[in-house]
Each structure stands twice: as C-alpha cells, then as structure tokens.
C-alpha cells in the first residue's frame, strides 16, 4: 500500500503535472512512484514561492538547513534513499529563492543559469530515480531539463510579469518596460511583435537543449527511455505550438489538448524506434555548473 507522501505525489503530479503525468504511464512502477514524489517535493517549495505574496526567503532557507541536517526529514531520506546529493537540491531551492524578489533577467547566459537552478536540478534528480549510472548522461539530464523550463517561460511571459518576473533577457526587449509586458492593451504592434520575437527566440533555444537532452536518451535504461522521450516531446509541443501562432503576443496560457498529445505520444513512439539512427550529439552551448557531476 502506498503511504499518504506517495498517494499525495500522485495526485499532484495528475493535477498540476499533465504532460508529465500523461507520459508516466510509459515509466516503470518504481520509476513512476519516485519520479511522482520529486515531483510533489518540488512542486511544494514551487508554490511556497509563487503563491504567497509575502517573501519567503527565509522560511526557504531554513528549509535548506533543515533537510540538510535532519536526518530524519522526509525530503532528505528521500533524496538519500535515491542517491541524489543534497547539494543539488539546494540549488534548486537558491533558484526558488531568487524569485522571491523582482525578476529582470538581463541575458541569455542569466536566462541558461537560472533555468539550471529551477528545472535542470530536478533533470539530474529524475536521472538519479529512473537510474542513470553513466555519469556523462548528467550533462544531458540539465539540458533536458532547462529545454523544458525555456518552454515554461515561453508559455508563462504574460502570467509571470503580472508577478513582476520578467524572464525575456532584458537585451532581447531593450525599449520595452517591464510593466508593459502585463499591460498588453498599452502596446504598439511593434512591441507587441517584438515581445514575440523574443518569446520564439526562447523557443529556439530551447531547441538546442532538447535536443542535448535527446542526446543522454542511450543512457538511460531502455524501461524508462520511451517514457522520459514521450515526457520531452510532448513538453517540446507547447513550444511548437505558440510557434505555430506566429508573431502573436498571446496573453492566454498555451495548452496541449488530449489528442494533440495523442498524437505527440504516437510519433514519439514511431521516432523512438529510429533513435539509434538518429545519433543525437551532445554540443556544447552552455557553461559548466558548480554540482553537475554529483
């Protein structure tokens, strides 16, 4: 029987997770339970710092020592019993903690950094559950994960600058003022395009990260490679499809309905079957982080 963490992590990957949630199904038992659990331990210190007005820096990094130096907390026998190191998860929370105040993003290398901190940790966690041994597939592991969180700015840029987060590198929108991100209406049609520019330059960067994620696909272990291709593609989908909309600024939040997911997971399982001819190729097109060989 499972305890009430894994029953809670269960529900809150189905209800906040869908795409990841939708391509678990292809994961093994233990795979999925562990992966649902990351999901649900993330997901909690997530909304503590999204949803609460008031900065929570402090309640954040009392977590740290805490999960850091009790041994008996959930997280940090968790996080051991999976062989993840500590370290990787407190830089997950640094990145938490940097949201805590008002986001301006100045470049892309800043944009690269912080999606480690906040989505590439949590690849390197995930390698760790579905067990990864080889430790070149942790390179891999960060840039499937960044590629997933440039989909999740990409998608959020309304949402997240009425929360005065503005993720879109400063350099890219220059002479356009953060407020003006949540008041579309005060917009030109030139800045509203130029916002799209820069959200379809997130997109292609993007890119290049999946497809370094694709590239630690052969290190894997064959019950999970299916699952964890079909969890990327169908992410990557969201991308292609505020790409599909053009040079729009769109303020409403980009969705897969089920049978565009349907059909991700249907060609996903058709192009699995050619991956091994495909040879993906790590490039390296970023700097090398602090933790990535724990």
């Known amino acids: 029987m499972m305890s009430n963490l894994e029953l809670n992590a269960m529900t809150d990957l189905k209800?906040?997770?869908?795409?990841?949630?939708?391509?678990?199904?292809?994961?093994?038992?233990?795979?999925?339970?562990?992966?649902?659990?990351?999901?649900?331990?993330?997901r909690y210190f997530d909304d503590v710092a999204?949803?609460?007005?008031?900065?929570?820096?402090?309640?954040?990094?009392?977590?740290?020592?805490?999960?850091?130096?009790?041994?008996?907390?959930?997280?940090?026998?968790?996080?051991?019993?999976n062989k993840i190191n500590n370290s990787i998860f407190v830089e997950l929370i640094d990145g938490l903690i940097f949201d805590q105040k008002k986001i301006r993003i100045q470049n892309k290398e800043d944009l690269i950094k912080y999606s480690y901190h906040v989505a590439g940790t949590v690849g390197l966690m995930m390698s760790k559950i579905i067990?990864?041994?080889?430790?070149?597939?942790?390179?891999?592991?960060?840039?499937?994960?960044?590629?997933?969180?440039?989909?999740?700015?990409?998608?959020d840029?309304?949402?997240?600058?009425?929360?005065?987060?503005?993720?879109?590198?400063?350099?890219?929108?220059?002479?356009?003022?953060?407020?003006?991100?949540y008041n579309s209406d005060e917009l030109s049609s030139e800045k509203k395009e130029k916002i799209s520019n820069a959200i379809h330059k997130v997109i292609n960067l993007s890119e290049k990260f999946y497809?370094?994620?694709?590239?630690g696909?052969?290190?894997?272990?064959?019950?999970?490679?299916?699952?964890?291709?079909?969890?990327?593609?169908?992410?990557?989908?969201?991308?292609?499809?505020?790409k599909s909309k053009k040079k729009k600024y769109i303020i409403e939040r980009v969705y897969l309905n089920t049978f565009e997911k349907s059909v991700l997971t249907m060609k996903s399982i058709l192009l699995f079957i050619f991956i091994p001819l495909m040879n993906y190729q790590y490039k390296k097109i970023r700097n090398t982080f602090p933790n990535e060989n724990l």
């Open 157 to 181: 840029v309304y949402e997240d600058s009425k929360m005065k987060r503005i993720y879109l590198p400063a350099n890219w929108i220059s002479d356009i003022p953060p407020e003006n991100l």
């Open 15 to 42: 209800k906040e997770g869908k795409s990841f949630y939708w391509a678990s199904f292809f994961l093994p038992k233990d795979s999925k339970k562990n992966a649902s659990i990351l999901y649900s331990i993330c």
């Open 131 to 155: 067990g990864v041994k080889n430790d070149k597939a942790a390179k891999s592991a960060i840039d499937l994960g960044i590629g997933m969180q440039l989909t999740n700015i990409a998608r």
């Open 50 to 81: 999204d949803k609460n007005n008031e900065d929570k820096t402090k309640f954040l990094k009392d977590s740290i020592k805490e999960i850091k130096n009790n041994k008996n907390n959930k997280v940090n026998i968790f996080l051991q019993k």
């Open 217 to 242: 696909l052969k290190y894997i272990p064959l019950s999970s490679r299916l699952g964890i291709f079909i969890a990327a593609n169908v992410y990557r989908g969201i991308g292609i499809k505020i």
């Open 211 to 215: 497809l370094n994620g694709f590239a």
